[in-house]
């Protein structure tokens, strides 16, 4: 009941009370407590009716500020979606550029010195950067399985290459990937041990490790995770093998 009605009924009393109570000859035709008591429930009845109005008009207002709040909730939830979908695009590109740029400064760092005798020229230079570009194109392409045939083939054709290092690392990624944890080991283990200063070569005993683990080779696991620690202590992946055996 809203207040308009409220008034029309406190209007109505007044015009009872007012016919009721100044006229005499009107007064003697009621009981003065009858008269009494008319008035005072009709009094309550407008405070009664006040009251509820009140109710309603709080109850309109405190909806009306709960839509508001919910307006402004939903228009905060789709600013966290948009920075997280922002977020997410972001990180697959920058995963996508890191083969890119992490390939690019190693076969910087192969490249011979310009004062060290240049190698006998290949049979085929062309060829062989084109089967490990392929190669290399499936990784970057989540094609695992393949991927790691093109390493294989790369390393049995071109043995002395200058990117067999890149081939064994590479390869051994891709097959670890693709769960062939067997080869995988095969192919970090002689990484680390052709070419042990390289800068790859602790994460590559580590994801032998890894493979070593999985196909549940637990005595290989453990000597690679000891080598690990002890030939490369400071970096961060024999760090994380000497916390391992201590825990063992």
């Known amino acids: 009941m809203n207040r308009r009605m409220v008034s ?3 209007a109505l009393l007044a015009v009872l009370l007012s016919a009721v109570l100044p006229l005499p000859a009107q007064a003697g035709l009621f009981d003065d407590d009858e008269a009494r008591n008319r008035i005072e429930q009709l009094r309550v009845e407008v405070t009664d009716l006040n009251k509820r109005a009140d109710t309603v008009n709080r109850n309109q207002i405190d909806f009306a500020n709960q839509v508001e709040t919910i307006k402004t909730d939903i228009a905060k939830l789709r600013g966290q979606i948009e920075v997280l979908t922002y977020e997410l695009e972001a990180a697959q590109k920058r995963q996508k550029d890191f083969y890119v740029d992490l390939d690019n400064r190693l076969r910087k760092i192969e490249q011979p010195p310009a004062d060290t005798k240049a190698e006998a020229p290949k049979a085929d230079p062309a060829l062989e950067t084109r089967d490990y570009e392929a190669a ?3 990784l970057k392409g989540s094609k695992f399985k393949e991927a790691g045939a093109s390493f294989l083939a ?15 690392y590479w390869g051994g990624y891709a097959h670890a990937q693709a769960k062939d944890h067997a080869v995988a080991a095969e192919l970090f283990g002689k990484f680390a041990a052709t070419w042990p200063n390289d800068e790859r070569a602790p994460s590559a005993l580590e994801s ?5 683990e999985t196909g549940r080779d637990l005595k290989a696991a453990k000597a690679s995770l000891e080598q690990l620690a002890e030939r490369y202590p400071n970096s961060e992946a024999g760090k994380r093998a000497k916390l391992r055996l201590k825990k063992k």
């Open 154 to 168: 790369f390393i049995k054709t071109y043995p002395n290459s200058s990117l067999a290092a890149s081939a064994h």
């Open 136 to 138: 290399l194109a499936g």
């Open 8 to 10: 029309r009924l406190a």
């Open 208 to 212: 032998r490790v890894t493979s070593l």
